[in-house]
C-alpha cells in the first residue's frame, strides 16, 4: 500500500499570507504609547508548538481570527515589536523567525531558526491558546478580543495618534481627549457584546459547530463597529470644532488635526459599512436618570441608502439574540450567512428558510419599493432557491428523469410486446439503451465525485487522528460531517441497485462491522471482497473505499494493538495491486500535474485552462475529477484567479469583484451592509452595488450604466462585458465544474502551451 506523506498546507498557507501581510502592513513605529509595565516576559520553552508571535501577541495558529490579527498588528505598531516568530510543530518546537518565509522548509531545520535568548526579552500581552480564549498574561484573565483595544480609550486610539503626540508636545488639541463619547447605543453594546461572548464561550465549551462560533463572531464585529462608529462620530465632532477655530499658522498642530480627521474619517467609512444596522431610536431605550442623547447629524442628514433584504434580516437577528439569546435564532443566523456567502452546506433547511423568511420579506419589500433592483434581489433569492430545491440545477433530479424515462419506455416496449408491434418494441428497446447509457454516464460521473468525496474524507481523517487541539479536531469533525452529507446527497439521487450504491452500502457495512472489533470481521470480510468484485466495475469508488477502510483499519490495529485486521490489509493491497485501473488513475493524474506544473511554472491560472482545452480536445481521459478539484481548490484558497460560477445568468457571464481587483492590481473595499464592493487604485475608483445597473466611477462620481445588473454571491459579481473593458481580462468557463476563472491573452497563450504538451504526453 502506498504511503501519502500528510503536508500541514493550510499551516504553511497562513503563516506564509501573514508573513507577506506584515512585510507591508505593519510600519516601524506607530505614534501610540507603549507602556512595558503592561506586559510581561514568557519563556520559550513553555509555548505551546505552532504558537505564532505577532507583535505583544502569542497567538495559537489554529485560533486565530482576522480580529485577532488585526488586534495583533495594530500592538506590533505600538510596540515595535515588528518580526512575526512561529514555534514550529515541525521543526521540533524551535522558534523561527518567518517574516521572510517563502516555502515548507522555512519553519524546518533548512529555516531562520530565532534565538530563545530573543523570545525572552521581548514583551507579551496576551495569549491565545490552543482552547480558542484570549488570555490577558499580566493577570491571566479571560479577555474578549473585541475589548482588548477599548473604543473609549482616546489616548491610544490609532486615529488619534498624531493629535496625542501633539498634545504631550504642545499642550494643544486636549479638549478631544475629554469628550463625553459613550451614549446608549455604545452601552446597549457593551452590553450587547458581553451576552454574545458568554454564549459564544458558552457554545464553544458544548462543542458547538464551527459554523455558529464564526456566526457569533461576526455578530460580535458588528456590534463591535456599531460603538466604535459612534465613537468616531464623537470624536470627530469635536476634531471638526478644533479645525475651525484653529490658527492656520501652527503647522503641527493644523497637521496634526488634519490627520485626525482624515483617519477618523476613514474608519468611520469602514465601521459604516460594517456596523450592524439598527435603529437607534425605536429599538434601544433611553437609559433611566440620563439625559436623552443629542443627535449628532443635523436634521435631513440621516443615512437614505436602501439595504438589502438580507443585510436588514441579518442585522434583526444579531438584535433578537443579543436580548434573547436562543438556538433557534442563531440556526437562522447560520443558515442566512451561507445564503449570503453564496455557499450550499444543508440544502433543506436553506431552502425551507428561503421559502419561509427571505422571499417573503424580499417580495413585500419589492411591493412596497417596485424598483429594479429590488425586482433583481428577489430573483436572487428565488434562484437560490431553486438550487437547493430540486430545481433545473439539480443533478440528482436529472437522473430521476432518466429513470423515470427509462422504467415508462420498458412498460411502453411491453405494451408493444402484447400488441405484436414488433418494430415498435424494437424501437423502443434502442431508446431505452440509449437512456441506459445516459443513466450510467450520470452514475459514473456521480461514482467519480463520490470517490473524490471519499479521498477527501480519508485525508481530513488522518489529520483527525494526529490534531492535539480540541477546537482544530472539531473543525475536522464538522468538515468530514460535511463531506458526509455531500456523499449522502449524491448517494440519494441514485437507484438502489446501481453498483455505486453497492459500494457506498458495503462501505458503511464495513465501517460498522470495524467498530465492532472482532465480533464484526466476518461482516467485514464480506464487505471488503464485495467491494473488490466491484473493483473492475467502477474503479473509482471502490478504490477509495478501499483505502479509506485501509486506513481506518490500520490506524485501529495500531490503536488496539492487536493483529485481527492483518489478513483484511493484506487483502486490500491485493485487490489494489490486482486492480491496475484504480492505480493507474492516480499515477496519470500525478503525471498530468507534473506536466502542467513544468510547462505553467508559477502560473496556476494557465495550469487550470491548459488543463480544460486538452479536456475538450480528448475524451475519456477521466481526468475531469482532476479538473474540477484543482479549480475548486484555487478558488477556495483564493488562487488562480478562479472562483464560482454564478448561476441562473441567462447566458451573461460575470467575475466577483475581489477576483477582479486581485487581478487588476486594485484595492478592495467591501460594505458589507450596502452589499457594496469599491475597486479602487489611487484616485481612480468604481463603486459596484449586489442587484443595480449603476455603477459609480471616481474621481468624478460619474454614474455609469451596465449591461445586465451586478450579481452576488458573497460579494458582488459584475458582468463580463464591464470587466473586460475597463480592467482587460475576461471570464473563462471551466465547463462542467462550476467555477471560471479571468484570464488575458498572455494566460491564453501560457494555457495552450499547457495543452500542447498534455497532448503530446498523451500520444
Same mark, same amino acid.
Given at each position: 500500500?502506498?504511503?501519502?506523506?500528510?503536508?500541514?498546507?493550510?499551516?504553511?498557507?497562513?503563516?506564509?499570507?501573514?508573513?507577506?501581510?506584515?512585510?507591508?502592513?505593519?510600519?516601524?513605529?506607530?505614534?501610540?504609547?507603549?507602556?512595558?509595565?503592561?506586559?510581561? /516576559?514568557?519563556?520559550?520553552?513553555?509555548?505551546?508548538?505552532?504558537?505564532?508571535?505577532?507583535?505583544? /501577541?502569542?497567538?495559537?495558529?489554529? *485560533?486565530?481570527?482576522?480580529?485577532?490579527?488585526?488586534? *495583533?498588528?495594530?500592538?506590533?505598531?505600538?510596540?515595535?515589536?515588528?518580526?512575526?516568530?512561529?514555534?514550529?510543530?515541525?521543526?521540533?518546537?524551535?522558534?523561527?523567525?518567518?517574516?521572510?518565509?517563502?516555502?515548507?522548509?522555512?519553519?524546518?531545520?533548512?529555516?531562520?531558526?530565532?534565538?530563545?535568548?530573543?523570545?525572552?526579552?521581548? $514583551?507579551?500581552?496576551? /495569549?491565545?491558546?490552543?482552547?480558542?480564549?484570549?488570555?490577558? &498574561?499580566?493577570?491571566?484573565?479571560?479577555?474578549?478580543?473585541?475589548?482588548?483595544? =477599548?473604543?473609549?480609550?482616546?489616548?491610544?486610539?490609532?486615529?488619534?495618534?498624531?493629535?496625542?503626540?501633539?498634545?504631550?508636545?504642545?499642550?494643544?488639541?486636549?479638549?478631544?481627549?475629554?469628550?463625553?463619547?459613550?451614549?446608549?447605543?455604545?452601552?446597549?453594546?457593551?452590553?450587547?457584546?458581553?451576552?454574545?461572548?458568554?454564549? $459564544?464561550?458558552?457554545?464553544?465549551?458544548?462543542?458547538?459547530?464551527?459554523?455558529?462560533?464564526?456566526?457569533?463572531?461576526?455578530?460580535?464585529?458588528?456590534?463591535?463597529?456599531?460603538?466604535?462608529?459612534?465613537?468616531?462620530?464623537?470624536?470627530?465632532?469635536?476634531?471638526?470644532? &478644533?479645525?475651525?477655530?484653529?490658527?492656520? @499658522?501652527?503647522?503641527?498642530?493644523?497637521?496634526?488635526?488634519?490627520?485626525?480627521?482624515?483617519?477618523?474619517?476613514?474608519?468611520?467609512?469602514?465601521?459604516?459599512?460594517?456596523?450592524?444596522?439598527?435603529?437607534?431610536?425605536?429599538?434601544?431605550?433611553?437609559?433611566?436618570?440620563?439625559?436623552?442623547?443629542?443627535?449628532?447629524?443635523?436634521?435631513?442628514?440621516?443615512? @437614505?441608502?436602501?439595504? @438589502?433584504?438580507?443585510?436588514?434580516?441579518?442585522?434583526?437577528?444579531?438584535?433578537?439574540?443579543?436580548?434573547?439569546?436562543?438556538?433557534?435564532?442563531?440556526?437562522?443566523?447560520?443558515?442566512?450567512?451561507?445564503?449570503?456567502?453564496?455557499?450550499?452546506?444543508?440544502?433543506?433547511?436553506?431552502?425551507?428558510?428561503?421559502?419561509?423568511?427571505?422571499?417573503?420579506?424580499?417580495?413585500?419589500?419589492?411591493?412596497?419599493?417596485?424598483?429594479?433592483?429590488?425586482?433583481?434581489?428577489?430573483?436572487?433569492?428565488?434562484?437560490?432557491?431553486?438550487?437547493?430545491?430540486?430545481?433545473?440545477?439539480?443533478?440528482? =433530479?436529472?437522473?430521476?428523469?432518466?429513470?423515470?424515462?427509462?422504467?415508462?419506455?420498458?412498460?411502453?416496449?411491453?405494451?408493444?410486446?402484447?400488441?405484436?408491434?414488433?418494430?415498435?418494441?424494437?424501437?423502443?428497446?434502442?431508446?431505452?439503451?440509449?437512456?441506459?447509457?445516459?443513466?450510467?454516464?450520470?452514475?459514473?460521473?456521480?461514482?467519480?465525485?463520490?470517490?473524490?468525496?471519499?479521498?477527501?474524507?480519508?485525508?481530513?481523517?488522518?489529520?483527525?487522528?494526529?490534531?492535539?487541539?480540541?477546537?482544530?479536531?472539531?473543525?475536522?469533525?464538522?468538515?468530514?460531517?460535511?463531506?458526509?452529507?455531500?456523499?449522502?446527497?449524491?448517494?440519494?439521487?441514485?437507484?438502489?441497485?446501481?453498483?455505486?450504491?453497492?459500494?457506498?452500502?458495503?462501505?458503511?457495512?464495513?465501517?460498522? *462491522?470495524?467498530?465492532?472489533?472482532?465480533?464484526?470481521?466476518?461482516?467485514?470480510?464480506?464487505?471488503?471482497?464485495?467491494?473488490?468484485?466491484?473493483?473492475?466495475?467502477?474503479?473509482?469508488?471502490?478504490?477509495? =473505499?478501499?483505502?479509506?477502510?485501509?486506513?481506518?483499519?490500520?490506524?485501529?490495529?495500531?490503536?488496539?494493538?492487536?493483529?485481527?485486521?492483518?489478513?483484511?490489509?493484506?487483502?486490500?493491497?491485493?485487490?489494489?495491486?490486482?486492480?491496475?485501473?484504480?492505480?493507474?488513475?492516480?499515477?496519470?493524474?500525478?503525471?498530468?500535474?507534473?506536466?502542467?506544473?513544468?510547462?505553467?511554472?508559477?502560473?496556476?491560472?494557465?495550469?487550470?485552462?491548459?488543463? =480544460?482545452?486538452?479536456?475538450?480536445?480528448?475524451?475519456?481521459?477521466?481526468?475531469?475529477?482532476?479538473?474540477?478539484?484543482?479549480?475548486?481548490?484555487?478558488?477556495?484558497?483564493?488562487?488562480?484567479?478562479?472562483?464560482?460560477?454564478?448561476?441562473?445568468?441567462?447566458?451573461?457571464?460575470?467575475?466577483?469583484?475581489?477576483?477582479?481587483?486581485?487581478?487588476?492590481?486594485?484595492?478592495?473595499?467591501?460594505?458589507?451592509?450596502?452589499?457594496?464592493?469599491?475597486?479602487?487604485?489611487?484616485?481612480?475608483?468604481?463603486?459596484?452595488?449586489?442587484?443595480?445597473?449603476?455603477?459609480?466611477?471616481?474621481?468624478?462620481?460619474?454614474?455609469?450604466?451596465? @449591461?445586465?445588473?451586478?450579481?452576488?454571491?458573497?460579494?458582488?459579481?459584475?458582468?463580463?462585458?464591464?470587466?473586460?473593458?475597463?480592467?482587460?481580462?475576461?471570464?473563462?468557463?471551466?465547463?462542467?465544474?462550476?467555477?471560471?476563472? &479571468?484570464?488575458?491573452?498572455?494566460?491564453?497563450?501560457?494555457?495552450?502551451?499547457?495543452?500542447?504538451? &498534455?497532448?503530446?504526453?498523451?500520444?
Amino acid at each position: 500500500m502506498r504511503k501519502v506523506r500528510r503536508k500541514r498546507a493550510a499551516v504553511l498557507a497562513i503563516i506564509l499570507v501573514l508573513a507577506g501581510l506584515l512585510a507591508w502592513q505593519i510600519p516601524k513605529r506607530s505614534g501610540a504609547v507603549f507602556n512595558e509595565d503592561d506586559a510581561v /516576559h514568557i519563556d520559550p520553552d513553555k509555548i505551546e508548538e505552532a504558537t505564532l508571535i505577532i507583535g505583544t /501577541h502569542l497567538i495559537y495558529l489554529g *485560533a486565530l481570527t482576522d480580529k485577532l490579527y488585526e488586534t *495583533a498588528v495594530q500592538s506590533a505598531e505600538e510596540s515595535g515589536q515588528n518580526t512575526m516568530y512561529y514555534k514550529s510543530e515541525i521543526g521540533e518546537g524551535r522558534w523561527y523567525s518567518i517574516d521572510d518565509a517563502g516555502s515548507i522548509k522555512d519553519i524546518t531545520e533548512k529555516g531562520k531558526e530565532a534565538d530563545k535568548s530573543k523570545i525572552k526579552k521581548l $514583551y507579551f500581552t496576551h /495569549h491565545t491558546k490552543s482552547d480558542g480564549y484570549t488570555y490577558t &498574561l499580566k493577570d491571566d484573565k479571560m479577555v474578549n478580543v473585541y475589548d482588548v483595544n =477599548s473604543p473609549y480609550d482616546l489616548e491610544g486610539m490609532k486615529e488619534l495618534s498624531a493629535l496625542a503626540r501633539e498634545k504631550r508636545l504642545s499642550g494643544k488639541g486636549g479638549e478631544v481627549f475629554e469628550a463625553k463619547v459613550t451614549n446608549k447605543t455604545t452601552k446597549w453594546c457593551d452590553a450587547g457584546l458581553d451576552t454574545l461572548n458568554k454564549e $459564544y464561550i458558552r457554545l464553544k465549551t458544548a462543542g458547538a459547530d464551527a459554523a455558529w462560533l464564526d456566526m457569533l463572531d461576526k455578530a460580535m464585529g458588528k456590534v463591535d463597529d456599531l460603538r466604535r462608529y459612534e465613537v468616531y462620530k464623537k470624536a470627530e465632532k469635536e476634531v471638526r470644532k &478644533l479645525i475651525d477655530a484653529a490658527d492656520g @499658522t501652527d503647522e503641527g498642530y493644523v497637521d496634526a488635526l488634519s490627520d485626525a480627521m482624515t483617519q477618523l474619517s476613514d474608519s468611520m467609512t469602514e465601521a459604516d459599512g460594517n456596523m450592524l444596522d439598527i435603529d437607534a431610536k425605536a429599538d434601544i431605550p433611553d437609559i433611566p436618570g440620563e439625559e436623552p442623547d443629542e443627535p449628532d447629524n443635523p436634521e435631513g442628514d440621516e443615512k @437614505t441608502y436602501t439595504l @438589502t433584504v438580507m443585510a436588514v434580516m441579518e442585522s434583526e437577528f444579531i438584535r433578537q439574540y443579543i436580548e434573547e439569546p436562543k438556538d433557534d435564532i442563531l440556526l437562522n443566523m447560520t443558515t442566512l450567512s451561507y445564503i449570503m456567502e453564496g455557499i450550499s452546506v444543508y440544502p433543506d433547511k436553506e431552502a425551507e428558510f428561503l421559502k419561509e423568511k427571505l422571499i417573503p420579506a424580499a417580495e413585500a419589500a419589492y411591493a412596497a419599493d417596485p424598483t429594479e433592483t429590488r425586482k433583481n434581489e428577489l430573483a436572487y433569492y428565488k434562484n437560490e432557491l431553486s438550487t437547493r430545491d430540486g430545481g433545473p440545477s439539480s443533478a440528482d =433530479s436529472r437522473l430521476a428523469g432518466l429513470y423515470d424515462k427509462k422504467e415508462k419506455l420498458q412498460e411502453e416496449r411491453l405494451s408493444a410486446l402484447d400488441e405484436e408491434n414488433l418494430p415498435e418494441a424494437k424501437r423502443l428497446e434502442a431508446l431505452i439503451e440509449v437512456t441506459a447509457r445516459e443513466i450510467q454516464e450520470k452514475e459514473d460521473a456521480i461514482s467519480k465525485e463520490a470517490a473524490s468525496l471519499v479521498k477527501q474524507k480519508t485525508e481530513l481523517e488522518k489529520q483527525l487522528d494526529s490534531e492535539k487541539s480540541d477546537q482544530e479536531k472539531k473543525k475536522l469533525e464538522n468538515e468530514i460531517q460535511k463531506l458526509d452529507n455531500q456523499i449522502a446527497a449524491l448517494d440519494a439521487g441514485v437507484d438502489d441497485g446501481s453498483v455505486s450504491k453497492k459500494i457506498k452500502e458495503m462501505a458503511e457495512t464495513a465501517r460498522e *462491522a470495524l467498530e465492532e472489533g472482532e465480533d464484526g470481521i466476518g461482516r467485514l470480510e464480506e464487505a471488503v471482497e464485495g467491494i473488490g468484485a466491484l473493483c473492475g466495475t467502477n474503479p473509482a469508488l471502490a478504490g477509495s =473505499s478501499l483505502e479509506n477502510l485501509y486506513e481506518k483499519m490500520a490506524s485501529r490495529k495500531y490503536l488496539d494493538e492487536t493483529k485481527i485486521y492483518d489478513g483484511l490489509l493484506d487483502d486490500i493491497e491485493a485487490i489494489l495491486a490486482e486492480n491496475v485501473s484504480v492505480l493507474n488513475q492516480e499515477l496519470q493524474e500525478e503525471e498530468v500535474v507534473r506536466v502542467m506544473e513544468e510547462t505553467a511554472g508559477k502560473d496556476k491560472t494557465a495550469a487550470i485552462m491548459g488543463l =480544460s482545452m486538452f479536456l475538450e480536445q480528448t475524451s475519456g481521459s477521466g481526468l475531469e475529477n482532476l479538473l474540477k478539484g484543482k479549480v475548486k481548490a484555487y478558488a477556495e484558497e483564493e488562487e488562480a484567479y478562479a472562483f464560482a460560477g454564478l448561476s441562473g445568468t441567462a447566458g451573461v457571464r460575470y467575475a466577483p469583484a475581489d477576483v477582479v481587483a486581485a487581478y487588476a492590481s486594485f484595492r478592495y473595499i467591501w460594505n458589507d451592509n450596502r452589499k457594496r464592493a469599491v475597486l479602487a487604485s489611487r484616485k481612480t475608483y468604481y463603486k459596484f452595488t449586489a442587484f443595480d445597473t449603476a455603477v459609480v466611477r471616481g474621481p468624478e462620481e460619474e454614474e455609469e450604466k451596465l @449591461t445586465s445588473a451586478a450579481g452576488f454571491k458573497g460579494t458582488v459579481y459584475i458582468p463580463d462585458d464591464y470587466v473586460k473593458e475597463e480592467f482587460g481580462c475576461e471570464v473563462y468557463n471551466i465547463p462542467d465544474t462550476g467555477y471560471c476563472i &479571468l484570464i488575458d491573452q498572455d494566460i491564453a497563450d501560457k494555457a495552450a502551451e499547457v495543452c500542447d504538451a &498534455l497532448l503530446e504526453k498523451g500520444e
